[in-house]
């Protein structure tokens, strides 16, 4: 939990935010060590930069955050409630992720943070930023182009990164012949989505089958009584993957916890010939 309870009990920060306060911050002499967490997105200025990314330090309470459109790294101890300007020369790349060598300067520049409900924001040289769950981002809504749709999601995108298709499914799924389309509804709000849709789509990315064609629509809360591509379709929970084979539709796909989507879709159409 966090510091001062009685006054931040409303706050909906994630455990690893929450739990970063309650040890000491460490000393800025140590080598921070610091790994991305997609959990959670960094807003600049209302909009949400593709390389923007908040990282997690090994050190409790720590966080670096980096806005590219910054002069300077940016340094989040929550338990002083300050950001500190960290000189981008002090900061490598080590094992995916960063480490900052050095003390800060004693003239480096400080921001003070606020926690704002389920917000961490402060201002760094003419930058508003804000740390938000990835969830909790504006939804995505309507029919989206895969690539539209990663190169908004860090959390799609490491997620796609870090799975790694059966390559016998692929290759089966590679040469069908019969006309296959895809529907598939899913919420960037939806923490179910965050984990089965980047496997999906990265299925979808390495099948180079002309015959298979996807559509990918983002739903909004309350999707059921509002309009949209998703109305009539009897789409009561998501994600919602529908598989039609020359113009008829088929099944719909299981997409519970550790699903594997090649194998399901090459299984159906194993049994559709």
Known sequence: MMPDMAALRTIRLLPVLALGLVASSPALADAIVCKPNYDYSVEVDGSYPKNATLYQAASPGMYYVDVPACKTGLLM????????????????????????????????TAYALAVDGPFVQFQAEDKKVRILRCLDRPPIVGAVEMDTLVADRPEYREGMREYAPKGESIAALNKYTKKVQIDAFFATWCPHCKEYMPKFLRVVSEVKNPNIK?????????????????????????????????????????????????????????AVR
């Open 77 to 108: 101890d929550m338990k002083a409630r300050k950001v500190v300007a960290v000189p981008r020369e002090q900061i490598k790349q080590v094992d995916g992720g960063l480490q900052m060598n050095d003390t800060a300067p004693p003239t480096a």
């Open 214 to 270: 996807v559509n990918l629509y983002g739903v909004p809360k309350g999707f059921t009584q509002a309009p949209g591509p998703w109305q009539g379709r009897n789409i009561n929970s998501i994600p919602t993957i529908i598989v039609k084979i020359d113009g008829r539709e088929i099944t719909r796909m299981g997409s519970q916890p550790g699903a594997v989507p090649e194998t399901e879709l090459a299984d159906i159409f194993g």
